[in-house]
């Protein structure tokens, strides 16, 4: 399969968003996350006492509302924490940002998909070697300082455009950290894409902690290097488990810093800050469904709140919609209902 081929097929992971949910995420939807993000907001509380930065996560996506159009959405927590790389929600959102984009500032696929016919996709993983606890924001300044470096070696020419971003993982048993960088890039057809140039000159660089991955033709492969390079900033559900001292360190290190950044052909999209668009309340709502974290079941349960009764079939409609849809594609768009006789009998019964 061609690159604009596989690109086109991407499409699907814009629109059902399912392709950028990273691991046990994808497969246990809402619930998982919701579990996580209340041991993220306890860990956060223990290694940050008195800031309400633990609390907000721990709150966040606990209840909120889903307004239902006649023909969009509008999904409303009450409680958003807006912290991305600490949240497991809020990274969920940003990596879909990153895909998709938004109204005003194109996304990295919408960009590749132009850009396609002209360059051929490459994968790489630069690693560097371990360091440990106390020297973890000295070695993300090397790892970027090393790769602009790298950029400007021969090696490198043949690129017309990057996008990389950082990742950083604990080693518990070690006591270490690995900042790592994924970088997608496209080669102009027809150029000279040494592989093993491009390895000696990172080893000059970063010797000897260096590695490559080479991604494969296999659309399945690609999709997971659009993963790797899209998923936000690290594995955020290790986080609970490290000791206070790591969470500080990382803590101090990440927040504020540019792990997203975009050359060439490529500069500035899906970059992290991009303006967002806002969503707005439908403006011919049709019914309005209320979700709560139900803690002792430790499930979400979906109530219908508020219906149009002077269109009642089309909202009971457009509710089974939303909520089959839930149920199809388990993400995290919006929360998923235990069945659909718990919504719409209520409301043909008249109790809602």
């Excluded at 949910?21 to 209340?38: K, Q, S, T």
């Excluded at 996506?61 to 889903?66: A, D, L």
């Excluded at 409680?79 to 109204?103: M, Q, S």
Aim: proline content about 5%; some cysteine; aromatic content about 8%.
């Amino acid at each position: 399969m061609s690159d604009a081929a596989w690109l086109a097929d991407a499409s699907d992971v814009i629109d059902a968003e399912a392709e950028a949910l990273a691991g046990r995420m994808h497969r246990h939807g809402w619930g998982w996350a919701r579990r996580i993000n209340e041991r993220l907001g306890a860990a956060l509380s223990r290694a940050l006492p008195g800031t309400p930065i633990g609390d907000q996560v721990a709150r966040c996506y606990r209840h909120g509302r889903v307004i239902v159009g006649h023909a969009d959405v509008r999904y409303r927590p009450e409680d958003p924490c807006h912290r991305p790389k600490v949240c497991v929600f809020h990274a969920r959102l940003e990596t879909a940002r990153r895909l998709g984009g938004d109204t005003r500032l194109p996304g990295l696929v919408d960009t590749m998909l132009r850009t396609s016919q002209r360059h051929r996709l490459q994968f790489v993983t630069l690693t560097r070697r371990n360091v440990p606890l106390g020297e973890l924001s000295e070695a993300c300044d090397e790892l970027w300082a090393a790769f602009k470096r790298l950029r400007q070696r021969r090696a490198w020419e043949p690129v017309q455009g990057a996008a990389a971003a950082m990742e950083v993982t604990f080693n518990a048993d070690a006591q270490t950290w690995h900042p790592h960088l994924h970088v997608l890039v496209a080669v102009k057809w027809g150029a000279d894409w040494d592989w093993a140039r491009l390895q000696r000159a990172w080893a000059e660089l970063m010797a000897p902690g260096v590695d490559f991955e080479v991604v494969p033709s296999e659309p399945k492969a690609r999709r997971k290097a659009l993963v790797e390079l899209t998923k936000y900033v690290s594995d955020i559900t290790d986080l609970a488990d490290w000791p206070e001292s790591a969470i500080q360190e990382w803590w101090l290190t990440m927040i504020g810093r540019r792990v997203w950044r975009t050359y060439g052909v490529w500069y500035r999209r899906g970059e992290t800050g991009a303006p967002r668009a806002r969503q707005g309340v439908p403006l011919d709502p049709l019914a309005i469904l209320q979700w709560a974290w139900d803690a002792a079941r430790q499930a979400y349960s979906v109530y219908l709140i508020q219906v149009d009764n002077s269109r009642l079939d089309m909202a009971l409609s457009r509710v089974r919609e939303v909520v089959e849809q839930w149920q199809r594609r388990g993400r995290i768009h919006g929360p998923p209902a235990r069945t659909l006789a718990s919504i719409v009998p209520g409301v043909a019964e008249g109790r809602a």
